[in-house]
T-cell receptor, first 111, second 111 residues
Framework: QKEVEQNSGPLSVPEGAIASLNCTYSDRGSQSFFWYRQYSGKSPELIMFIYSNGDKEDGRFTAQLNKASQYVSLLIRDSQPSDSATYLCAVNSGTASKLTFGTGTRLQVTL | SQTIHQWPATLVQPVGSPLSLECTVEGTSNPNLYWYRQAAGRGLQLLFYSVGIGQISSEVPQNLSASRPQDRQFILSSKKLLLSDSGFYLC??????????FGPGTRLTVL
């Protein structure tokens, strides 16, 4: 059973701080890793994807991948109240672009 | 650009009634299509995926079925709904790259 694990939270950070969201996965053969943001009552929207070990930056977001440790993270710099949402980690399962999702981490950015 | 539509947006159905949810994608050809369900407070559960017209793979045995009558149309059906079928139903698409993009979703309540 391929698994993706996330801490459900809530993770509470003050406005302007760095939020760090973490995800571990069980399938060593996984090649692609995704972060989605889901606001309450809405569908998930893609934030970032990462394929290679190391960091990938896009604006205030940085995805970090460590395949040896089977660990992927998302850093959100200068957190804003509008970043308050559930963040889903997803891992490619290798067949027909199937993704396995974690249950998500709820982020709360406080004023 | 690509657009994905789902309807209806919300649905309230009695136990034992039939179900038909529709998903259509615009702006791309031969996409992979997916149906997910997200129960309240739970993660995304992949129900079905399709790599082409008439090609359906089921991930979880249950009283639901899926069909793909046209290249960019994906339908989720049930002959008799159960209480446990309540949830947020999401359609997603991807192409040769494994990034999935989600539709707005249908919120189904079975009473």
């Amino acid at each position: 059973q391929k698994e993706v694990e996330q801490n459900s939270g809530p993770l509470s950070v003050p406005e302007g701080a760095i939020a760090s969201l973490n995800c571990t996965y069980s399938d060593r053969g996984s090649q692609s890793f995704f972060w989605y943001r889901q606001y309450s009552g809405k569908s998930p929207e893609l934030i970032m994807f990462i394929y290679s070990n190391g960091d990938k930056e896009d604006g205030r977001f940085t995805a970090q991948l460590n395949k040896a440790s089977q660990y992927v993270s998302l850093l959100i710099r200068d957190s804003q109240p509008s970043d308050s949402a559930t963040y889903l980690c997803a891992v490619n399962s290798g067949t027909a672009s199937k993704l396995t999702f974690g249950t998500g981490t709820r982020l709360q950015v406080t004023l | 650009s690509q657009t994905i539509h789902q309807w209806p947006a919300t649905l309230v159905q009695p136990v034992g009634s039939p179900l038909s949810l529709e998903c259509t994608v615009e702006g791309t050809s031969n996409p992979n299509l997916y149906w997910y369900r997200q129960a309240a407070g739970r993660g995304l559960q992949l129900l079905f995926y399709s790599v082409g017209i008439g090609q359906i793979s089921s991930e979880v045995p249950q009283n639901l079925s899926a069909s793909r009558p046209q290249d960019r149309q994906f339908i989720l059906s049930s002959k008799k709904l159960l209480l446990s079928d309540s949830g947020f139903y999401l359609c997603a698409w991807s192409t040769s790259v494994d990034t999935q993009y989600f539709g707005p979703g249908t919120r189904l309540t079975v009473l």
